[in-house]
């Protein structure tokens, strides 16, 4: 698939680099950008060499929102049937190797949702994030009322989403919207030295402790205390488990093998 709205590379061989790269639409999530970015995860996916997959769009906006001009063409039928969101969006919600988006200047509307999809958000001090589909005469469909909550508390995502107003880079750290706030400039340099660590470890790891984390927000407590020690115990049959395990005891760094 030949790509014209995003850009893809590796970085290091070891991560797969997304940038969104819309800039004169300030990156607005058309579907063609969406269905790209898809397909960029699903191959990096299948790349055994790529262990973290770094999200961007570039220094002076992640992503202003989704692209207005085709939202205002869809009415309820067009919309319902042709499973506008659930169709372009499903791979990024699926994706089973660590996402980190990496925000600089504005993530609006569709763009906070996209990162909010991401495993971990990292941005710098020129970061701002909101909903402001209240203004436009409707309301987050990406995940924002649902995953704004579980992060960011009821109250807080009500306050983002009834008013439309933002929030800075320094308040999304104290809502635990994101890991870490960085210098201005900085954040993509960040989140690729972050992605080469995670890539480093072992990768069978790596995808049973986001699996684990993850059911933390779909099951009770009991149920995913259960669910953990059942993908702890099974840590126990890995090479790289006898291999982390000697290499401490033998005080030199472990040579994972991902088996």
Same mark, same amino acid.
């Given at each position: 698939m030949k790509y014209k709205n995003?850009?893809?590379?590796?970085?290091n061989?070891?991560?797969g680099l997304i940038t969104l790269n819309r800039p004169k639409a300030y990156n607005a999530l058309s579907s063609a950008l969406i269905s790209e970015v898809s397909d960029a995860v699903k191959k990096f996916e299948e790349?055994?060499?790529i262990g973290a997959i770094v999200l961007t769009g570039g220094d002076k @906006?992640?992503?202003?929102?989704?692209?207005?001009?085709? /939202?205002? &063409?869809?009415?309820?039928?067009?919309a319902y049937t042709s499973e506008y969101i659930t169709k372009n969006w499903q791979a990024?919600?699926?994706?089973?190797?660590?996402i980190i988006a990496a925000v600089s200047g504005v993530a609006l509307g569709g763009g906070c949702e996209l990162a909010l999809m991401c495993d971990i958000i990292i941005c710098d001090t020129s970061a701002k994030f909101g909903q402001p589909e209240i203004k436009l005469g409707t309301m987050p469909g990406i995940g924002g009322t649902q995953r704004l909550v579980r992060i960011i508390g009821k109250s807080k995502a009500m306050q983002m989403c009834l008013t439309g107003d933002m929030i800075n880079a320094q308040e999304a750290k104290?809502?635990?919207? @994101?890991?870490?706030?960085?210098?201005?400039?900085?954040? /993509?340099? &960040?989140?690729?030295?972050?992605?080469?660590?995670?890539?480093?470890?072992?990768?069978?790891?790596?995808?049973?402790?986001?699996?684990?984390?993850?059911?933390a927000y779909e099951t009770t407590l009991q149920a995913g205390l259960e669910s953990e020690r059942k993908y702890f115990y099974t840590t126990f049959n890995l090479e790289d488990k006898t291999e982390g395990m000697n290499a401490f005891i033998e005080k030199r760094k472990a040579k994972f093998i991902n088996k």
């Open positions: 995003i850009l893809v590379e590796k970085k061989t070891s991560v790349d055994n060499n @906006v992640f992503a202003a929102g989704a692209d207005i001009k085709e /939202l205002s &063409e869809l009415d309820f039928v067009t990024l919600e699926k994706h089973k190797k660590p104290n809502y635990n919207l @994101v890991a870490d706030v960085f210098k201005e400039g900085t954040v /993509l340099e &960040e989140a690729i030295l972050m992605a080469e660590k995670i890539s480093r470890m072992s990768q069978p790891i790596v995808r049973l402790i986001k699996e684990s984390i993850n059911n």
